[in-house]
C-alpha cells in the first residue's frame, strides 16, 4: 500500500490497515492520550489514541520515521 492509498481510506479501514500490516515500533503516553508509532512498507504512521474515549482520533502519516526523542519509548 502507498502512503497516498492509505491517506484516503476510512478511519475504520486505517485502524484495520495499522493493526494488521503495521509494525509497532515505539509509544508516548501524554496527560489526555497515547501515540503509537507504526511502520508500514514505505511510510510510518503515528495514531493518536484518546485515553478518555478509548478511540484512535487522528493518523499522522510521514515517509520518513518521525525523530525518536527521549519521550519516545521503543517497543520490544
Keep these: ?21 503495521g509494525v509497532p515500533l ?5 496527560s489526555d492520550k497515547m501515540i503509537f508509532l507504526f511502520r508500514l512498507p514505505g511510510f510510518f ?3 493518536h ?4 474515549t ?5 493518523y499522522r502519516v ?4 518521525p525523530e525518536l526523542t527521549p ?3 521503543l517497543i520490544s
Design 26 to 30: 515505539a509509544k508516548k503516553e501524554l
Design 71 to 73: 519521550a519516545w519509548k
Design 45 to 47: 504512521v503515528e495514531t
Design 1 to 21: 500500500m502507498r502512503l497516498s492509498e492509505f491517506i484516503v481510506l476510512t478511519k475504520e479501514e486505517k485502524r484495520f490497515t495499522v493493526v494488521n500490516e
Design 62 to 65: 510521514f515517509h520518513h520515521s
Design 49 to 52: 489514541f484518546s485515553k478518555q
Design 54 to 58: 478509548k478511540e484512535i482520533h487522528e
